[in-house]
């Protein structure tokens, strides 16, 4: 499945200015950065593509990002939102309109310069469903969007583009993610002679406005990114070029990166050689961990018996021994006792959930006339290591008397069978697991958890739909008064408090990342665990062996 | 001889249409929607059939293998769903590399196995040969990405001798080439080895024996030509295994082939390169066994086409 954005420490869109917040100093750059070198980054799989619009996995989403630019971006190395081709921004008091000045003498890479015809052509197109974006629904709120997706429209009404360098977006209801929005991957912005001339592989010929430049694919094999010398943020990036080598088996990247072949292995560490490589203090020293806006769970058909029943979800949840499947993979993860991963905005830190606590776990099934457990099905992706997570689940709920046979299977059968009202009765969530695409609250909610997703086909596995939750949530996001942003995390924080009240899900851990590097990558070590850039900041980091 | 290969064309022809036919259906059962993967987490449903409306997946199944077919037959495989490129561009721009691969391989494994088969041969019921026999064995038996990691470690980790995966000179080529190889090996050295025992018993041989010909020349001259046709004969039938191999060892080392673009698509229900890749090899098989029957009767007189 496709990773999405994920984030440590949050900052909300709230955060900032109601009103007109001015274009901050340019980020200050690294005095110790060392201008030039190139670095090679290893993937197992293929980029699939690079068009901002489309590119919805992991490997191409930080690459985009180092070729094209949106209206808003993050503070590098952190999930604080800040302008980016926007010099500033201002909100309306009733949170429906906004309104972005560009940047003067921004240039694409073909040299022409953009202007806000150019925001409003990359919009319009993202949402035209004949550009099968899987980022359109994150438009939704833009006036007109509905008749752009039904293909009634070619143009977004809400979108205005004032001069050339301003744009205005009006929106049908309070929108307090909007900035995020215009931080994504999906609302970058591209040129549209560019886009005409290559039609639907316009993917593998990008032309954006970003740090980098594509100089070569040779497709399966290489892509190399070349520095953008008219790159409008003046002192980035500090290399000359990075190499991606397409098609290499992490174990293998790893092996090269110990001989000092490449510099940073795109997959990780292999969970295999993980132990290996933590034990020893000079790989130890390279290794950078931070958070993620993970969070792995197991999901309840609270629609299918005996999971309707309240009490045998809240068994469930005290049956599961949480901490021994942390120990399992290596602790490369925090448990998890809350859908919201511990570093986002509006996480309950007083809160507790269920305790391990097999007794009142058999309690609670007896109560709810399943003294003698039952036989159900735990479905999961087949690709370590979620078949030993699921087998220490399947333990943990024999001790309380359910037999859950396994279901081990590709990832779209599992993810076909999750959105099938009687496909799944339980899933471990591994591999498929949620991640933010921004740092934001509700971002855990709608797909996953909220009526919208309880459809054929969709993300909300547990099937359950509280229409009050759901009238709650949409209260919570139409908060766009920065005064009030502090009330807003609480009420979600409600909202998700309810929903461990009701169980239709168990949350079992938060992943951690650990980036491993070579010796000569420098830079920050929050660049190497960004938010939004994995597995590190392209356009900021260097090397220390150049002069 | 025209009648045979008319009728073998045909046959081909037909066994292709059966292996279209067969992947698609199986791909069309997958309980699995291709369409909810391109339109992501975030799409509404009526942006899931748009898209699945504009793809002609609503179609009923005899439509759209009607359409897929129609399309194949201007040379149109579509475009993958995942990498919106065309099947065709992606399949071609790695095939290089894979029959690089192959031909690597096939001259590992004649190389290994045809001189492991001659050795046992000539030294039968000794040790060596048991050896070699063994050895042999485990080259069939070994699976190929644990044989593949095994080199990669001991040339390439170890002793430094190759790089580690990646394409590019005829030093990459070696270790895939050979990892492909071993198994072939196997199967040959078996083959060479029993073939050349049936030429070493022949009266021929014994006549040559009795002329007084030196060792080395009856082996090379009068036993070796007639034990090695059958076994080379078998080469066309290679592909079809290699087709197999290339998925793993293509993984394993990081060589840009198709089996490499296979696997990545079968993991994301890329259903145009899958069906792609399938009738591709599919086609290489049939033209390798094609090829195999024809040239049998040129270096083996005693077999005839009918």
């Not at chain 1, 953008?228 to 943020?233: G, K, L, Q, S």
């Not at chain 2, 992501?40 to 793809?55: C, F, K, M």
């Amino acid at each position: 499945m496709r990773r999405f954005l994920a984030s440590t420490v949050a900052a909300s869109a709230l955060a900032l200015m109601l009103g007109m917040a001015s274009a901050m100093a340019d980020d200050a750059i690294d005095p110790n950065a060392k201008q030039g070198g190139a670095i090679t980054i290893t993937y197992k799989d293929d980029v699939a593509t690079l068009d901002p619009a489309i590119g919805y996995d992991w490997q191409n989403w930080s690459m985009i990002k180092s070729l094209f630019d949106g209206l808003m971006d993050y503070e590098p190395g952190t999930t604080k939102l800040k302008p980016d081709l926007a010099e500033s921004y201002e909100i309306s008091p009733d949170g429906k309109t906004f309104t972005f000045k560009l940047r003067h003498g921004v240039k694409f890479h073909n040299g022409r310069e953009m202007t806000a015809n150019d925001v409003k052509y990359s919009l319009d197109r993202v949402t035209n469903p004949k550009t099968q974006s899987p980022g359109a629904g994150f438009f939704g709120s833009i006036k007109g969007y509905d008749e752009v997706a039904a293909g009634k429209a070619n143009s977004l009404s809400g979108v205005t583009a004032v001069d050339p360098y301003t744009i205005k977006f009006e929106l049908t209801r309070p929108d307090a993610t909007f900035l995020h929005v215009m931080a994504i991957n999906f609302s970058h912005v591209v040129p549209k002679e560019e886009v005409e001339k290559y039609g639907a592989d316009f993917g593998k010929h990008p032309v954006g406005t970003g740090a980098f430049k594509l100089a070569e694919w040779t497709l399966g094999q290489r892509i190399v990114f070349e520095r953008n010398p008219d790159y409008w943020h003046k002192g980035l990036p500090h290399l000359d070029k990075i190499t991606f080598e397409i098609g290499q088996e992490p174990i293998v990247a790893l092996l090269r990166l110990q001989k000092g072949e490449i510099d940073v292995p795109g997959d990780g560490i292999p969970p295999a050689k993980f132990q290996e490589v933590m034990n020893d203090p000079e790989q130890k020293a390279r290794v950078v961990v931070g958070g993620q806006l993970h969070t792995g769970y197991i999901t309840m058909n609270t629609t299918m018996p005996p999971f309707d029943n309240v009490k045998v979800r809240q068994a469930v949840n005290m049956a599961i021994n949480k901490d021994r499947i942390v120990q399992m993979i290596n602790n490369r993860a925090v448990p998890a006792n809350q859908p919201l991963p511990p570093s986002m905005p509006g996480y309950d830190k007083a809160f507790k959930g269920y305790p391990y606590d097999v007794a009142k776990a058999k309690a609670l099934l007896a109560e709810a006339g399943h003294p003698d457990g039952f036989e159900t099905q735990l479905f999961a992706m087949n690709t370590d290591p979620n078949p030993r997570i699921a087998q220490a689940i399947q333990q943990d709920l024999a001790a309380i008397g359910i037999k859950a046979s396994i279901q081990s299977l590709a990832q779209a059968n599992v993810i076909a069978a999750g959105g099938d009202k009687s496909g799944a009765p339980m899933i471990w969530s591994g591999g498929m697991a949620w991640i933010a695409d921004f740092p934001d609250p509700s971002n855990f909610y709608g797909p996953i958890l909220g009526c919208a997703g309880a459809v054929p086909g969709g993300w909300n596995w547990a099937w359950y739909c509280n229409k009050d939750l759901d009238a709650k949530a949409a209260e919570a996001d139409s908060v766009v008064d920065p005064a009030k942003s502090a009330d807003r995390e609480k009420m979600w924080s409600a909202i998700y408090d309810k929903i461990m009240e009701d169980a239709p899900w168990a949350p079992v851990f938060n992943e951690q990342r650990f980036t491993l590097k070579s010796a000569r990558m420098g830079g920050a070590d929050n660049l190497y665990v960004d938010p939004v850039h994995i597995p590190i900041n392209y356009d900021n980091v260097y090397v220390k062996d150049v002069q | 001889m025209i009648a045979y290969l008319g009728r073998r064309l045909i046959q081909s022809l037909l066994i292709l249409l059966g292996v279209s036919l067969i992947t698609f259906a199986l791909l069309y059962l997958l309980p699995a929607d291709p369409v909810r993967q391109i339109a992501g987490r975030s799409a509404t449903p009526d942006t899931v059939e748009n898209i699945r409306r504009q793809l002609g997946l609503d179609q009923p199944f005899i439509v759209q293998y009607w359409h897929y077919l129609t399309r194949l037959l201007s040379g149109d495989l579509g475009r993958s769903y995942i990498q919106r490129s065309e099947v065709t561009e992606l399949i071609v721009s790695r095939l290089p590399a894979s029959l690089l691969l192959m031909v690597g391989a096939i001259l590992c494994e004649l190389a290994i196995g045809l001189t492991m088969g001659l050795i046992a041969a000539v030294k039968r019921g000794t040790s060596t040969d048991q050896t070699l026999m063994v050895a042999s064995f485990v080259g069939v038996s070994a699976p190929q990405f644990v044989v593949g990691l095994l080199l990669l470690y001991v040339f390439a980790v170890r002793l430094g001798w190759f790089p580690i995966g990646g394409y590019g000179s005829w030093r990459h080529l070696v270790l895939p080439s050979l990892t492909m190889g071993i198994l072939g090996a196997g199967w040959y050295a078996r083959m060479m080895r029993s073939s050349m025992i049936d030429v070493l018993r022949q009266d021929y041989m014994r006549t040559a024996r009795a002329k007084g010909l030196a060792r080395g020349a009856i082996l090379f001259r009068h036993a070796l030509p007639n034990a090695i046709l059958p076994v080379v004969a078998m080469i066309g039938i290679d592909i079809g295994v290699f087709m197999g191999g290339i998925v793993v060892v293509e993984s394993v080392f990081g060589w840009p082939g198709i089996g490499q673009l296979a696997w990545q698509a079968i993991q994301r229900v890329d259903i145009p390169i899958i069906m792609g890749v399938t009738l591709v090899s599919a086609f290489a098989i049939v033209l390798g066994n094609l090829l195999a029957d024809i040239i049998a009767p040129f270096i083996d007189p005693r077999i005839k086409l009918r």
